[in-house]
């Protein structure tokens, strides 16, 4: 097969950005780390593909580009709640990215609403579990989630013209509604 390479049990097929790397377990498509030199050995090329928030296709968000800060959460949690700093407060420079094409930057901007700052950081604060780890995954995938919201192009409404039919049923349902309406006035005699 052409464009397959084998090394140290990994199968790198393809060049370039159409390159996938894979393992016994899985297939990571090179596509989402633009930034990713495929002179590197695979487990170095799977860790940084892996350090990438995959989005969709043809998204991804780099970790680096986030900012994690752990925060006391409240409500319930008995003693832990004190101690540990379970909430998430993740920042995300939306308006900064390098990973963000244009048209999503202006839709996610839309889209947070007052979740972003005048600085351009989008801010998502997660405590809903009592644990750091479960809470982080949580703010991670929100962030993602909104990401693929705002990637999604909306579509666009083509103006049409009501159909024969349709405008005679609509008359049909007025007369008929109509009627009843008649009915149900008093008789005067």
Excluded: W
């Excluded at 495929?38 to 995959?54: D, G, H, T, V």
């Excluded at 930057?105 to 839309?110: D, F, G, N, Q």
């Excluded at 644990?131 to 049409?160: H, W, Y």
């Amino acid at each position: 097969m052409q464009g397959v390479t084998r090394s140290q049990g990994f199968i790198l097929l393809g060049k370039g950005l159409n390159a996938a790397v894979c393992t016994p377990f899985a297939c990571f498509d090179t596509q989402y780390a633009v930034e990713i030199e495929l002179s590197l050995e695979p487990a170095r090329l799977l860790r940084k593909i892996a350090a990438m928030i995959r989005i969709n296709r043809t998204l991804a968000i780099r970790e680096d580009e986030i900012e994690e800060q752990f925060v006391r959460a409240s409500g319930p949690g008995g003693q832990n709640v004190n101690k540990v700093s379970t909430a998430v407060q993740l920042r995300f420079d939306v308006a900064h990215s390098p990973s963000l094409p244009e048209d999503v930057r202006a839709r996610l901007i839309l889209l947070a609403g007052r979740r972003i700052g005048q600085d351009g950081m989008l801010t998502i604060e997660a405590q809903r579990f009592r644990s750091q780890g479960r809470n982080r995954d949580d703010a991670r995938a929100r962030l993602a989630e909104l990401v693929r919201q705002a990637s999604e192009k909306p579509k666009i409404r083509r103006a049409t013209q009501p159909t024969r039919t349709s405008q005679q049923r609509r008359l049909e349902d007025k007369q008929r509604h109509g009627a009843i309406k008649k009915q149900r006035r008093n008789v005067a005699e």
